[in-house]
Nanobody, 124 residues
Framework: QVQLVESGGGLVQAGGSLRLSCAASGRTSSSRTMGWFRQAPGKEREFVAAITRADSSTAYADSVKGRFTVSRDNAKNTVYLQMDRLKPEDTAVYYC?????????????????WGQGTQVTVSS
């Protein structure tokens, strides 16, 4: 089992920045690919970004490309999501997740473990 705990969410004005962190514990060897998803009220959960453990390959949703950066510190078993130039439409609960797969995955069902989520609110 892998436990994931997100932190760093909050309220920010449009154009501002936030950095989310996700600390993994337990059987962290199973967290080969780490991802971020988000879910806004009344909407389905959507892929945001992902990064692999082996070579830090990354993938981003088109809506965040160029504004968000995903990174990981394997020694600390932590993954980060740096969010810049935030927009009101980025408002959502952000979830960290871990997959046993080696490749970047953009589908939620490919992830085996999920955190509780952290709220990000961007005011206009």
């Amino acid at each position: 089992q892998v436990q994931l705990v997100e932190s760093g969410g909050g309220l920010v004005q449009a154009g501002g920045s936030l950095r989310l962190s996700c600390a993994a514990s337990g059987r962290t060897s199973s967290s080969r690919t780490m991802g971020w998803f988000r879910q806004a009220p009344g909407k389905e959960r959507e892929f945001v970004a992902a990064i692999t453990r082996a070579d830090s390959s990354t993938a981003y949703a088109d809506s965040v490309k160029g504004r968000f950066t995903v990174s990981r510190d394997n020694a600390k078993n932590t993954v980060y999501l740096q969010m810049d130039r935030l927009k009101p439409e980025d408002t959502a609960v952000y979830y960290c997740c871990a997959s046993k797969k080696y490749e970047v995955e953009i589908r939620a069902y490919e992830y085996d473990y999920w955190g509780q989520g952290t709220q990000v609110t961007v005011s206009s």
